[in-house]
């Protein structure tokens, strides 16, 4: 099977391949302090074995249907941007979970919204999803200003919807429905 690609605007997000993950590595270590308060992964520990790991799982997850995780590098450059994917797949419901995470030296220049636009699209479009939503720690606002750019509807504030650093958080619940 030919893997997926997904090119929109000036990014492509793609199935990470083994080869990504020393430049996957540095991306982690170099984004701690903006992305490690929000995704515990993203640590000072974080080793090419855990990049390696992940990729494997990605790719056993997008072969069962459960999450299509994707690197997302630039179309010009081909430089590693960061992440981004759709996850927590209810096939029943026919909805998901989208996430995203941009690289320190790429944040503030529309990556993450892009990713949230060429994802959606996929999801609706490919896979037959109905409803998408994007949950955000109460206090990311970052990730919180991502989501207003890219035209998403805030919903509420889920009480404990998160599990972060050993405890529960309240977390601003965002939707993405076919237009």
Known sequence: MESQRIIFSDIILREYSDSDAEEFTNAILESVESVGHWMPWCSREYTVSDALQWFSDCRKKETAGAAYEYGVFSLSTGKFLGGAGLNALQHQYKLCNLGYWVRQTAQRQGVASKCVQALSHYA???????????????????????????????????????????APMPAHVFSLVPS
Request: charge should be positive; hydrophobic fraction near 45%.
């Open 124 to 166: 609706f479009h490919q896979l037959g999803l109905h409803r998408i939503e994007i949950v955000v720690a109460v206090g990311n606002t970052a990730s919180e200003r991502v989501a207003v750019k890219a035209g998403v509807v805030h919903e509420c504030i889920a009480r404990n919807r998160l599990y972060l650093n050993g």
